[in-house]
């Protein structure tokens, strides 16, 4: 029994022995921790000094705003921070290196330009050898010090291409603009003014639907003016275009007064009396009127063009369907329960395909023209009925290559734009269903049906413009030709007992 108990007590000697040399390692090792955290700590102090003088030296550079001032700055930035980081890496630990030492290894190990390396005050970098106690171990310094050069390396690869110039790549050409596209500002509004030409100045964009101003050269071939929408020009300008929708009902953001004694304001309205809001205070302010009105000082609408000469024959376009018709703008309040309340009557007695987001069936503007030739009619309802307006719905199958059924203003109204013959009137039937039986009536009978596309042998109807940024274009420019042909002067005395009848 004696014997086991002195073999348990020698095994745990053993073990106390263990513990002790264990627990001296601990010892080491905590102290070896407390050591690499105080390294630890004083790294982070350099280096947060190191990063204090480039951003000093960065505010410097910014301030500097030549290029080649830029530059040299830069460079000594490169140059103050390879000489920390030759402290750093230690091999200015020694006061007694030669200085070629010293700039082989920037050129070698950094790949620092030679003119940041002759910028080094290498007689006083010994002073900084201090930075970095030496019981660092040499693996754990170059780790450190490669990611605080890459670091650094990177911030001044940015600060550099930044601020100036690259001598490698050139600047890239600006992109064409498309004509349909709206540009992001007015580039062509910044143009100082040609002297030969009157200055028309655009008050408001309609609808904020802009475009480029040599769209009018483009489509219209009108370079009579020019035209811009920069305010500064206001008191050279030889008219002011002011869109009536956008005025405001205190007239707060109309062109100051008094008005420049040359200067002519042109009323710009292009919708029908039902879709007009009254504005007081409009009276004998404005000079000319543009408008679809054909008494408008400058009326806009698209008419058919003469031939120059024999006409090739017509060929009619392949048809699939009988009657179409392409709608947006469905709301009552615009007047468009008349042409409503017609339509749900024509469709018990006829078949009618629909498109436009009144229907929910979109039509993409690439599609509008080969949806209108492949009809044998199409229904150009007007919004509202009064005299004169008659838009775009009219011309749009014209150009087409269908037949137009119109709902507008009078038949007499419609032959003073276009020929008898080239369109049918909802007036000339008792009711819808009259209307829908000579439809098919025509649909059966090829020779009269081609008798409605005999005015194409010596009139021609052009494409409109269809996409939205473009549905200004027209009006605007015809201003701009009406200001470079007339300089007679007038005032309109009262806008709304012409207009709203």
């Known amino acids: 029994m004696v014997k086991v108990e002195t073999d348990q007590l020698k095994s745990i000697n053993v073990q106390l022995g263990i513990l002790e040399l264990v627990m001296t390692d601990i010892k080491e090792l905590k102290a070896s921790i407390e050591i690499s955290d105080e390294k630890t700590a004083t790294l982070q102090k350099d280096t947060n000094k190191l990063k204090r003088t480039v951003n000093m030296i960065e505010t410097e550079v910014n301030v500097k705003k030549e290029n080649g001032v830029r530059r040299e700055a830069l460079l000594d930035i490169h140059a103050r921070s390879m000489r920390d980081n030759l402290v750093l890496t230690g091999i200015e630990e020694k006061e007694d290196v030669p200085e070629s030492v010293v700039r082989s290894f920037l050129l070698t190990a950094h790949q620092t330009p030679r003119e940041a390396i002759n910028k080094i005050q290498l007689e006083s970098v010994h002073c900084f050898r201090k930075r970095m106690p030496i019981m660092i171990s040499g693996v754990v310094r170059v780790a450190l010090f490669s990611i605080l050069g890459v670091g650094g390396f990177l911030t001044l690869f940015v600060m550099y291409y930044q601020s100036a110039p690259s001598q490698i790549c050139p600047p890239q050409p600006a992109l064409p603009h498309h004509y349909s596209k709206p540009p992001e500002n007015s580039s062509l509004s910044k143009k100082q003014p040609e002297p030969d030409k009157p200055i028309i100045l655009l008050w408001f964009w309609p609808e904020n639907r802009r475009f480029d101003f040599s769209d009018c050269t483009t489509f219209f071939n009108i370079d009579g003016c020019q035209l811009t929408d920069d305010r500064s020009l206001y008191n050279k300008a030889d008219g002011v275009l002011i869109f009536h929708k956008s005025i405001k009902h205190d007239l707060s953001n109309l062109p ?143 150009a087409a290559g269908t037949v137009p059924v119109v709902l507008g203003p009078p038949r007499q109204n419609y032959e003073d734009f276009v020929p008898g013959d080239s369109f049918i009137h909802v007036n000339d039937f008792p009711n819808a269903k009259a209307l829908a039986e000579f439809l098919l009536k025509l649909d059966k009978d090829d020779e009269a049906y081609l008798r409605y596309f005999q005015w194409r042998r010596n009139l021609f109807a052009q494409q409109h413009l269809i996409q939205l940024s473009q549905e200004f274009i027209q009006s605007i420019c015809y201003a701009c030709d009406h200001i470079g042909k007339h300089k007679e002067y007038r005032v309109v005395p009262d806008l709304y007992k012409w207009f709203l009848v």
């Open 256 to 398: 100051p007064s008094p008005r420049p004694p040359f200067q002519k304001w042109i009323w710009y309205h292009v919708e029908s009396p039902t879709n007009t809001i009254r504005i007081p205070g409009l009276e004998k302010l404005f000079n000319l009127t543009l408008s679809y009105r054909e008494d408008a000082d400058i009326p806009v609408r698209w008419r058919l063009t003469a031939r120059k000469g024999q006409g090739e024959d017509f060929v009619l376009p392949k048809k699939d369907k009988l009657v179409c018709w392409i709608v947006s703008n469905n709301n009552p309040a615009t007047g468009t329960a008349v042409r409503d309340n017609y339509y749900r009557e024509l469709v018990k007695h006829i078949k009618v395909d629909v498109y436009g987001k009144a229907f929910a069936r979109f039509l993409r503007y690439e599609d509008y023209y080969s949806t209108l030739s492949s009809c044998k009619f199409y229904l150009s309802f007007e919004n509202s009925v009064h005299r004169d307006y008659i838009t775009e719905k009219l011309n749009g199958p014209l």
